[in-house]
């Protein structure tokens, strides 16, 4: 009799939120195992962002660490559909698998001491690939500052102790650069709930707060400009952002509708920023 615990991921990973729901639901399914190998089915998959493997990367690294997961699939499946899994690093294989069409910015995990590893991979992976837009040094070193306060923001605020996830994506055809970040910390809404002495008690008005110009949690010392920057930057070249922490999701072309935020059934740890640069 085969026991082998199958999960599947089906249809499309895009980067909205129904595709991060998917992500989310998985986690939630193999979080009810403990000390097994489970068999990951993508045979019904139709389409994943490949920038989305900076989030199932971190989904993956957690079971590992808290349940004693481990994980298999079908390889070759996934080479012959999926080859950009491979191109950007999340997977290895026996074969070579340069990323000669350059359409990806590679997967990394970066320690949370490790903030001249990841200065140097948003210069020379993320700014300079061919798929971000002609910036003026003013906006580059203003990109470039606000990922840094983000990544330095994690260990102060979100109390992660965990490594911090990226990957980016290129689509020519769209002229858009989609750019991922996870950490695995407790979000935004403790810190901001305690600074605020508990004005802002849920997850949307925590992103909302957060987005305000100076608004930081950091004691005595100056902050907050790193999502109000990225926000602003975004809003004027008419790309997209988007902020994923406790059980919200929140995105900038969401804003002037009536509905301006979705929420989870299954939320996931600390937080999740999309960066779409455009063209």
């Known amino acids: 009799m085969d026991d082998k615990i199958v999960l599947s991921i089906k249809h499309n990973v895009s980067t909205n939120f129904s595709g991060i729901k998917k992500l989310f639901d998985f986690h939630k399914e193999a979080s009810q195992y403990y000390n097994e190998t489970i068999y990951i089915d993508f045979y019904h ?3 994943f962002d490949a920038n989305l493997s900076a989030l199932f990367g971190s989904i993956l690294a957690k079971l590992k660490k808290e ?5 298999s699939t079908d390889l070759k499946f996934l080479e012959e559909h999926f080859n950009v899994l491979f191109r950007n690093g999340f997977l290895r294989s026996e074969g070579t698998n340069n990323d000669l069409q350059e359409s990806t910015v590679s997967f990394r995990s970066f320690d949370l001491n490790d903030k001249g590893g990841f200065i140097d991979y948003v210069e020379n992976e993320l700014l300079a690939h061919r798929g971000m ?6 906006e580059k070193d203003n990109i470039m500052s606000s990922l840094v306060e983000v990544y330095c923001n994690i260990q102060e605020h979100s109390k992660s102790i965990e490594p911090f996830y990226v990957c980016g994506q290129y689509f020519p055809k769209q002229g858009i650069l989609a750019f991922s970040m996870v950490d695995l910390g407790v979000g935004f809404l403790p810190a901001i709930e305690n600074k605020t002495k508990g004005e802002i008690d849920n997850s949307y008005d925590a992103i909302k707060w957060a987005l305000e110009k100076r608004n930081t949690t950091r004691q005595g010392a100056p902050g907050g400009l790193g999502l109000f920057d990225l926000n602003a ?3 004027r070249t008419k790309g997209n952002f988007q902020i994923i922490t406790g059980d919200t999701f929140w995105s900038l072309d969401m804003e002037n509708t009536v509905l301006k935020k979705f929420s989870f059934p299954n939320p996931y740890a600390g937080s999740i920023l999309n960066l779409f640069f455009k063209r």
């Open 45 to 47: 998959l139709d389409w």
């Open 67 to 71: 349940n004693n997961l481990n994980f």
């Open 133 to 138: 837009p002609s910036l003026k040094i003013e």
């Open 233 to 235: 930057y975004f809003n």
